[in-house]
């Protein structure tokens, strides 16, 4: 059998094969809303609060559970060690936070809410409660049950896709 060269039309189909669709592909559509709501938070905290969404995330964090340790909220949020160790220094700064050498260990710090830093937060929660009621209410209360029920399945699964790829049998 004799192979023939690929045409310009069968080149150009394959590409167009090779092309996200952005409306079904599922990490794209989750980084786009974490994307916008992530901006317009920034923005309405940002404006009422003085604080930016990392900076509220870490302090909704520290709220959640006290005196943990950087590594700790770098294990929770998902993010790097650094941004998060320049707001600690920021929150710190602007009294919010309070960082102590662990008793236990004084190679990790143990770090808390201030008296200023959980006002913020409560303020800050109100607000980020009235948002998150706001973006789901297109959905109706057992979607939304669903919906937070798919999602932490997805996050528990994310290691699926921290492996290195060709390790799992269906590669």
Same mark, same amino acid.
């Given at each position: 059998?004799?192979?023939?060269?690929?045409?310009?039309? *069968?080149?150009?189909?394959?590409?167009?094969?090779?092309?996200?669709?952005?409306?079904?592909?599922?990490? +794209?559509? %989750?980084?786009? %809303?974490? =994307?916008?709501?992530?901006?317009? *938070?920034?923005?309405?905290?940002?404006?009422?609060?003085?604080? =930016?969404?990392?900076?509220?995330?870490?302090?909704?964090?520290?709220? #959640?559970?006290? =005196? #943990?340790?950087?590594?700790?909220?770098?294990?929770?949020?998902?993010?790097?060690?650094? @941004?998060?160790?320049?707001?600690? +220094?920021?929150?710190?700064?602007?009294?919010?936070?309070? #960082?102590?050498?662990?008793?236990?260990? +004084?190679?990790?710090?143990? #770090?808390?809410?201030?008296?200023?830093?959980?006002?913020?937060?409560? !303020?800050?929660?109100?607000?980020?409660?009235?948002?998150?009621?706001?973006?789901?209410?297109?959905?109706? !209360?057992?979607?939304?049950?669903?919906?937070?029920?798919?999602?932490?399945?997805?996050?528990? =699964?994310?290691?699926?896709?921290?492996? @290195?790829?060709?390790?799992?049998?269906?590669?």
């Amino acid at each position: 059998m004799r192979r023939t060269k690929p045409t310009a039309a *069968a080149d150009e189909t394959r590409q167009e094969d090779l092309t996200l669709d952005l409306d079904r592909y599922v990490p +794209a559509l %989750i980084t786009f %809303i974490a =994307n916008k709501l992530s901006r317009t *938070a920034t923005a309405l905290y940002q404006k009422r609060f003085g604080v =930016n969404v990392t900076e509220w995330r870490i302090l909704s964090q520290l709220a #959640i559970e006290p =005196n #943990i340790s950087a590594a700790r909220i770098c294990q929770v949020i998902g993010f790097d060690k650094g @941004p998060v160790s320049r707001t600690l +220094a920021v929150l710190q700064a602007r009294g919010m936070i309070r #960082i102590r050498a662990d008793r236990r260990d +004084a190679r990790t710090h143990s #770090i808390s809410l201030t008296p200023r830093g959980r006002a913020t937060h409560d !303020k800050v929660f109100i607000v980020a409660q009235e948002r998150e009621r706001r973006l789901l209410s297109c959905l109706r !209360k057992e979607e939304q049950e669903m919906l937070i029920g798919l999602l932490r399945r997805v996050h528990g =699964n994310l290691d699926a896709v921290s492996a @290195p790829f060709g390790t799992h049998d269906s590669d």
